[in-house]
Nanobody, 122 residues
Framework: QVQLVESGGGLVQAGGSLRLSCAASGRTFSLAAMGWFRQAPGKEREFAAAINWRGGSTYYTDSVKGRFTISRDNAKNTVYLQMNSLKPEDTAVYYC???????????????WGQGTQVTVSS
């Protein structure tokens, strides 16, 4: 089993920045990739960004490209999401997820964090 604990959410004004962290513990050697998803009120959970645990390749949804950066610290088993130039439409609960494959989707990630609220005021 793998446990994921997120931190770093909060309230920020439009144009501001936040950094989310996701600490993984347990059988982390089994993981191939990790990612961040978000879910706004009344909407489905959507993919935001992902990173391969070993090679470090990164992937982003179009709406966050150029503003968000996903990174990892293998020694700390931690993944980060640096969010810059935040917009009100980025407001959502952000979830960290981990997959034993290189596919990072809501249907393929076996492990999920509890979520952290990000609110961007206009």
């Amino acid at each position: 089993q793998v446990q994921l604990v997120e931190s770093g959410g909060g309230l920020v004004q439009a144009g501001g920045s936040l950094r989310l962290s996701c600490a993984a513990s347990g059988r982390t050697f089994s993981l191939a990739a990790m990612g961040w998803f978000r879910q706004a009120p009344g909407k489905e959970r959507e993919f935001a960004a992902a990173i391969n645990w070993r090679g470090g390749s990164t992937y982003y949804t179009d709406s966050v490209k150029g503003r968000f950066t996903i990174s990892r610290d293998n020694a700390k088993n931690t993944v980060y999401l640096q969010m810059n130039s935040l917009k009100p439409e980025d407001t959502a609960v952000y979830y960290c997820a981990a997959s034993r494959s290189y596919s990072v989707k809501t249907t393929t990630c076996e492990y999920w964090g509890q979520g952290t609220q990000v609110t961007v005021s206009s």
